[in-house]
């Protein structure tokens, strides 16, 4: 995976002799006759409208994600995934590497059902304002008195329809049934409670919460085979468990990024969709590679592992600025002199610092960023 170059983007792809199945909000697919090829772009929608700013090695994280996914999960159900190896792809692919290495999967055609499988393990989106207007969710109801991003207590099954363009509509589990019948939409509900169950499981061991999840199916000689994507950000809510509180809404790893940028705009909600800023792409990607890195135990690249590095370590001085604004405050609140304090910090900063380079006074007055005399001064003056 060092080959991707996290910094480029791919909004929409160009197969000369392929013919084009569809292009949807994100992905790109191609018909092989008994086989697809699915290109995931850098294309991102929200209110499903598809923005006019990709978001860099975004296509990249869905794909590999949904790759360990299906992995991880395959002894649940068999998915449709033949390769996502481009040497291993039909040789007039090899030609158009550069357009779907890391982002494309090369799969097997399926029946799909015509109904969206949604778990929600959380009281949130579309779920928290049915609840506060109704007490339960798509029919479901839950006890009274829960709070925006509460726990549910068990998770619950929610089918929706299934748009190409506008929006998915949630419908009844009855509902469901008359469209796929009663044994398979008891099937298709108890498969996606338990793919969700293990990868909830997975990702709080990650750090995450995996609040809530869209997944597809369809059929292949007769058997149900998981389709699509699994668990990506775009499908699916992620959150950081530390920080997690009830009450409120959550930071998040998945696009709600964007989704929040767009709620301070005059905008309808209907096409042409804003462009984003800089910070706002930027943001996004950090975190959908970040959900990657954590979710799987590898940054998708070595670039961004010193990346995701950096980026821990300006957390870490955030804390540790943060820590030292509540010290101020209490050492003023106790009427503790300016001078004094000044005075002890240096002395402990000073002692610290010649602690961890063994007393090599010439490192400790680099890292100190002073002369090596006026640091044999500060040791003499505070008797260090």
């Known amino acids: 995976m060092d080959t991707l170059d996290a910094s480029s983007t791919l909004s929409q792809t160009s197969i000369p002799g392929l013919p084009l199945w569809r292009r949807g909000k994100v992905r790109d697919v191609y018909d092989l006759g008994d086989r697809l090829l699915i290109v995931t772009t850098d294309r991102i929608s929200a209110f499903d409208v598809v923005l006019p700013t990709p978001i860099p090695a975004k296509g990249a994280v ?148 995996l609040a809530d999840t869209k997944l597809e199916f369809g059929t292949s000689g007769g058997r149900v085979v998981w389709i699509d994507e699994a668990f990506t950000p775009d499908s699916s809510r992620f959150w950081p468990r530390d920080g997690y509180a009830p009450g409120r809404a959550q930071p998040s790893f998945d696009k709600q990024y964007v989704r929040d940028y767009l709620e301070t705009l005059d905008w309808d909600k209907r096409p042409p969709g804003p462009p984003l800023p800089e910070d706002v792409v930027t943001h996004t990607r950090e975190k959908y590679l970040e959900a990657y890195a954590r979710l799987t135990g590898t940054p998708l690249t070595a670039r961004d592992a010193a990346f995701c590095g950096r980026r821990r370590r300006l957390r ?30 240096e002395k402990r900063f000073i002692a610290r610092v010649l602690q961890r380079h063994r007393g090599n006074l010439s490192r400790a007055a680099k890292d100190l960023q002073i002369h090596r005399n006026t640091l044999g001064k500060k040791i003499e003056e505070y008797k260090i």
């Open 62 to 209: 869905l794909t590999q994600l949904s790759r360990f996914w299906f992995r991880l999960l395959g002894d649940l159900v068999p998915n449709h995934v033949i390769t996502a190896t481009v040497d291993e792809y039909p040789r007039e692919l090899h030609a158009v590497r550069d357009q779907i290495e890391l982002r494309s999967m090369l799969v097997k055609k399926t029946e799909p059902f015509p109904v969206e499988c949604v778990a929600r393990g959380y009281l949130v989106g579309s779920g928290w304002k049915d609840y506060q207007r109704t007490g339960a969710v798509c029919g479901i109801e839950l006890p009274k008195g829960l709070r925006e991003s509460e726990r549910l207590e068990a998770p619950i099954f929610t089918p929706s329809t299934k748009a190409e363009s506008g929006h998915d509509e949630n419908i009844s589990f009855a509902q469901m049934s008359g469209l796929v019948g009663a044994a398979r939409a008891a099937e298709l509900r108890d498969l996606t409670l338990a793919l969700y169950g293990r990868a909830r499981a997975h990702a709080e061991g990650c750090g995450i919460l």
């Open 316 to 345: 870490e001085r955030h804390s540790v600025k943060q820590q030292l604004d509540t010290l101020v405050s209490e050492m003023i609140d106790r009427g503790i002199l300016f001078s004094d304090a000044r005075r002890e910090f």
